[in-house]
């Protein structure tokens, strides 16, 4: 029967449930009597007396209590006992009593470590509060968020959803009053009930530990007290009285895997989060703190681990006004240091904090400030890490307004930093108004520093060196030095450019650097200054085939020397033409059309270089400009160009003087022609080109030359072909020694001069073989006595008088020689019977002829001899006579004994 009794039905409804919910005593009496468990539990695992308390049923509760229900039994899941139960229902509190009677445990746990006594307080359930109190439960059991009830009450205090009980006291004071500990630490972290407070920002119950004497010295793991969970939420109220009851305010957190940054201050984190109230009262307690009291005073220059002050911070975050604050009213240091010797100063313009870098310039921030080099214990400016002072990081950062007030301020504007780069150099670089700031405050815009190989150089030689025109042309509207070259460097060390002499207009136009060229100009650089090899840099720029700078060197005309020579004797115009820079040249004859005639100091234009350089481009270019054609050259020879171009043997360029209108008559200082010396220097083409301009060919020289003789004289063959085929040269024109070409053939005859006879006598048939010179001298002779043997044999093939005789009486048979061969084998030669010899004396004993001494001609060689010279008589077969005739005894030895044995 008992099955029956306690089985739920489909519903999942007891009997005895039914029973009591329905109120019906004797049933459920009867269902008791039955063995009706009072303790059965539904499909669901409650009991009936947890059923009967869900549903507020005080009925069903007594019946239950009143038969020894469980009243300690648990519901499944939520572990709920009947008092866990009983806080959700005011109505029954004053059942609870009765539960308790019957042994219920008022500390037992559901499953979240809740007593009923947590529960009662988190649903506000006063009156099942003072039921628990007074039946002695536990004030200091912990949920499982480790939460004693006490936790719960100063929530509920917060949110005002508590009420009161009859005495009037308020919760959290009556847990309190009941024992509950106002210190109790409630996790792992050592984080009090009080740091809770201050987390969730329950000021007025942390109001209400303090007052109860809570322990707000405590930190927790992260080193964290009240006093800095209170600054970081902003708890005025709360900061000020924990500061009033002696709150150290210098405490720090420390190092934690939770804390990025750590050594934070109760006023770092009011900053750090903005809490002005709290701010305030901070300093407000270092300002009231006085006496024996002033070691507790809010320490405002501690640093966190980042080196941050609190006026680092408030800076930062850009409260100025609790910035001023600090200074004013805390006694914060402005120029306190970090571990690695920087100031706030550095700090703010570090990151970029324009408004926070005046407002310290403004509040007496040192811009000079020195610390001591823990390595070499010496003091210096005050520098970053990197060696930058406070205005070298402004510049960096490019934070202008923060430049101008440490002008301002007179910081050193000339203090180089770690890289040796003076402020207004770093200035150029990175931003040019903040160079302009620098100018304006009188910045030295030269800066001499050291340069290459440890040379002296301003600022203005290095934006030139590195190509940084901007830079350049900002320097010189500065008013930076224009002219003075580089400087040797200490104890005279300095390269090539220590000694170059080389201004920056000379720099500009050696790189091509034309904008800057442009404003050295215009604010006045000296365009005629001298390097130490003598240029200008007007010299330096043709030399670099910069035509847009040449231009603008040229335009200043007014002021520019052009005829400035350097060491090499060159001028602007000789450079531009040694180095064929005709844009450069023709641009200078623009300005100075006398240019191209000065004269170097060898005496010649550039005209005459160019022509004896072969330089052919530059003597059209020259002709081009119309330079005198016909300037002599300044020296001893006084040469024409055409002159000169005719020694160099230059077709091309002799050809194009001419057609320039070249003097082909110009004659040097032997009264040379062109032509003169052209067959000279066996030129025969430029030779007929001469002749085809019209050149006197008949022209003498000094000496009474034509060009044939010196081309006789000099045996070039085919000049002389030219002059006999081409003109009507007077080959027989006779010079001051009364010579002809022939005669100077005869004595200046090379191996050709067979050759230059026969072209002689094939231009001239009829040309004078035997014409003596002014000495007497037949070409026969002369050749013989030269020793020239073709000559002779060309001379006596074509009849020369072999017995002709000069004023000396010498002849080729009585002549001084080393041997007479020449003459033996001349007289065998003979193969007709010569022209006879005249005269009136005997061209062998110089006999005079007379009544007594009669006249013979030797029928061998012709001359005119005595009878005595001529007493032997002999046949001359190859002259077909075959008679015996008077011959001389020189032929009648030869025509006898052969020319061979004759004299031996």
């Known amino acids: 029967l008992s099955s029956f009794v306690n089985r739920p039905d489909e519903e999942d409804k007891l009997p005895l449930d039914i029973a009591l919910s329905t109120k019906q005593s004797g049933i459920a009496s009867t269902l008791i009597d039955h063995r009706a468990n009072v303790d059965q539990s539904n499909g669901n695992g409650w009991n009936l007396i947890h059923l009967a308390i869900d549903r507020d049923d005080v009925f069903a509760l007594e019946f239950l209590l009143d038969n020894n229900v469980n009243v300690n039994a648990f519901t499944p899941q939520e572990k709920n006992t009947a008092l866990h139960l009983l806080a959700d229902y005011p109505g029954l509190s004053p059942m609870a009593v009765k539960v308790i009677a019957k042994g219920a445990n008022v500390n037992a746990q559901n499953s979240e470590n809740f007593t009923p006594l947590h529960l009662a307080i988190q649903r506000g359930n006063g009156e099942f509060i003072d039921v628990l109190l007074e039946h002695g439960a536990s004030t200091e059991i912990k949920s499982s968020a480790g939460f004693p009830p006490l936790w719960y009450a100063l929530k509920a205090l917060e949110d005002q959803t508590t009420g009161s009980n009859g005495k009037g006291t308020n919760l959290p004071e009556k847990l309190i009053a009941a024992g509950a500990s106002v210190s109790t630490v409630c996790d792992k972290l050592g984080n009090s009930l009080l740091h809770f407070c201050a987390f969730n920002k329950l000021e007025r119950s942390g109001l209400l530990l303090l007052e109860h004497s809570c322990d707000f010295r405590r930190a927790n793991a992260k080193g964290e007290t009240p006093l800095h969970l209170s600054a970081q939420w902003g708890l005025e109220s709360m900061t000020r009285q924990l500061l009033d009851l002696g709150a150290n305010a210098n405490a720090q957190t420390i190092m934690s895997e939770e804390n990025a940054i750590y050594r934070q201050t109760p006023l770092h984190l009011g900053i750090l989060n903005r809490k002005i109230g709290v701010i305030q009262a901070i300093i407000q307690k270092y300002t009231h703190m006085e006496g024996d009291s002033i070691e507790k005073r809010p320490n405002l220059d501690l640093k966190n681990s980042e080196d941050q002050t609190p006026l680092s911070l408030a800076l930062n975050q850009g409260l100025h006004d609790i910035a001023m604050d600090l200074l004013k009213g805390g006694g914060a240091s402005v120029n306190v240091m970090s571990n690695k010797g920087l100031t706030l100063l550095h700090n703010a313009i570090s990151q970029g904090d324009s408004e926070g870098a005046i407002f310290l310039l403004n509040h007496g921030a040192d811009i000079d400030l020195k610390y001591a080099n823990p390595k070499v214990g010496q003091e210096k400016v005050s520098m970053t890490m990197n060696g930058e002072s406070p205005i070298e990081l402004a510049i960096k950062k490019h934070l202008p307004s923060v430049v101008e007030c440490l002008c301002r301020k007179g910081a050193n504007l000339s203090v180089s930093s770690a890289s040796a780069e003076v402020p207004l150099w770093l200035a150029l670089t990175e931003d040019l108004d903040t160079a302009q700031i620098l100018v304006q405050h009188g910045v030295d815009t030269d800066a001499w520093s050291l340069g290459p190989d440890h040379c002296l150089q301003t600022l203005l030689h290095k934006a030139i060196d590195e190509n940084l025109e901007d830079i350049a042309c900002f320097l010189i509207r500065a008013g930076c030095d224009l002219n003075s070259p580089r400087k040797e460097g200490p104890n005279g060390k300095g390269g090539e450019e220590a000694h170059d002499l080389m201004t920056p207009l000379h720099l500009c136009c050696q790189w091509g650097l034309e904008k800057t060229v442009q404003v050295l100009l215009e604010h006045g650089a000296n365009i005629n200054y001298r390097d130490v090899e003598g240029k200008t840099p007007l010299h330096i720029a043709i030399e670099n085939s910069h035509h847009p700078i040449i231009n603008l060197l040229l335009s200043n005309g007014r002021t520019l020397d052009l005829t400035t020579r350097d060491k090499s004797g060159l001028s602007p115009f000789a450079t531009a033409m040694t180095f064929r820079n005709n844009m450069a040249a023709q641009s200078i004859l623009a300005i100075h059309p006398q240019a191209a005639e000065q004269y170097d100091n060898r005496g010649r234009n550039f005209l005459h270089t160019a022509i004896m350089k072969n330089d052919l481009e530059s003597v059209l270019f020259l002709l081009s400009i119309h330079v005198n054609v016909n300037s002599r050259t300044q020296d001893a020879n006084l040469l024409t160009p055409l002159l000169l171009a005719i020694q160099t043997g230059n077709e091309m360029i002799v050809r194009n003087l001419i057609l320039a209108g070249a003097e082909v ?240």
């Open 665 to 904: 008559e110009a004659r040097n200082t032997s009264n040379q022609s062109g032509l003169h010396v052209a067959a000279e220097n066996n030129l025969p083409v430029i030779c007929g080109v001469l002749i085809n301009e019209g050149v006197d060919v008949n022209a003498l020289d000094n000496r009474e030359n034509n060009a044939l003789h010196l081309a006789v004289k000099e045996g070039h063959l085919e000049v002389i072909k030219v002059l006999l085929t081409e003109s009507n040269i007077n080959a027989q024109a006779i010079n001051s020694k009364g010579r002809n070409p022939l005669h100077v053939l005869a004595v200046f005859g090379k191996e050709n001069s067979s050759g230059v006879f026969d072209l002689l006598l094939e231009s001239i048939p009829q040309f004078p073989i035997n014409k003596p010179d002014l000495e007497g001298n037949s070409p026969l002779l002369i050749a013989y006595s030269k020793g020239n043997g073709n000559l002779c044999r060309s001379l006596v093939k074509s009849g020369a008088v072999l017995g002709s005789v000069n004023h000396e009486g010498i002849s080729i048979f009585n002549s001084e020689v080393a041997t007479k061969q020449l003459l033996y084998g001349l007289l065998d030669f003979l193969s007709a019977e010569p022209k006879w010899g005249e005269g009136d004396y005997c061209q062998e004993c110089n006999a005079k002829f007379g009544i007594t001494t009669r006249r013979h001609h030797c029928r061998h060689c012709g001359r005119l001899v005595c009878a005595k010279c001529s007493d032997k008589d002999t046949p001359i077969l190859k002259y077909n006579l075959t008679k015996p005739v008077r011959v001389c005894d020189i032929c009648a030895d030869v025509l006898t004994v052969g020319p061979g044995m004759v004299g031996s």
